[in-house]
T-cell receptor
Framework: DAGVIQSPRHEVTEMGQEVTLRCKPI?????LFWYRQTMMRGLELLIY????????DSGMPEDRFSAKMPNASFSTLKIQPSEPRDSAVYFC???????????FGPGTRLLVL | SQKIEQNSEALNIQEGKTATLTCNYT??????LQWYRQDPGRGPVFLLL?????KEKRKERLKVTFDTTLKQSLFHITASQPADSATYLC?????????????FGTGTQLKVEL
């Protein structure tokens, strides 16, 4: 298995632009998580899905952030408009319903200028 | 409010010694606790899980203890090697209406020197 796949790996954009991060979970995993990691705040959960349905988005910072999971093998996290304070590493993770452990992707390093 | 604390200062130890990392939490009643390893530029990788009714768990050179009275977990690496140098994160579960979700500590960086 290729593991959790994220794209792009690096993204540099200017303030005000739309940013879309993509994630392909491990096949057969029915839970998907989006995290943000910064030096100051560590690894924070933004939103998670069970069976493609958003369960808890209480970690989404504000309305500029949105996430979708149109099918079991694809999810997006969108920031519109982006701001410099959104600069961070964004991780996607997945797991099966029977497991407690999560499998993380390599992350997308986002820099908003 | 709920809090998970790990030592923010890096831990430097000599090769061959035992490294001990600490995870303290408040205002939580976790069903289980997990430890992850994170290398620079990579996502966290699962190492060990310990449940609330377990006192200790081992896997090769790794040992985790879980004291729900003290609200603390200790993570030990015996016979440490330079390859063990990484950041180690503890994570506690929180049961929600839709399932369990993890909350991570900020991690402790371990450096094993020759």
């Amino acid at each position: 298995d290729a593991g959790v796949i994220q794209s792009p790996r690096h993204e540099v954009t200017e303030m005000g632009q739309e940013v879309t991060l993509r994630c392909k979970p491990i096949s057969g995993h029915n839970s998907l998580f989006w995290y943000r990691q910064t030096m100051m705040r560590g690894l924070e959960l933004l939103i998670y899905f069970n069976n493609n349905v958003p369960i808890d988005d209480s970690g989404m910072p504000e309305d500029r952030f949105s996430a979708k999971m149109p099918n079991a093998s694809f999810s997006t996290l969108k920031i519109q408009p982006s701001e410099p304070r959104d600069s961070a590493v964004y991780f996607c993770a997945s797991r099966t319903g029977q497991q407690e452990t999560q499998y993380f992707g390599p992350g997308t390093r986002l820099l908003v200028l | 409010s709920q809090k998970i604390e790990q030592n923010s200062e890096a831990l430097n130890i000599q090769e061959g010694k035992t490294a001990t990392l600490t995870c303290n939490y408040t205002n939580y009643s976790p069903a289980y606790l997990q430890w992850y390893r994170q290398d620079p530029g990579r996502g966290p990788v699962f190492l060990l899980l310990i449940r609330e009714n377990e006192k200790e768990k081992r896997k090769e050179r790794l040992k985790v203890t879980f004291d729900t009275t003290l609200k603390q977990s200790l993570f030990h690496i015996t016979a440490s090697q330079p390859a063990d140098s990484a950041t180690y994160l503890c994570a506690l579960d929180k049961v929600t209406g839709g399932g369990n979700k993890l909350t991570f500590g900020t991690g402790t960086q371990l450096k094993v020197e020759l």
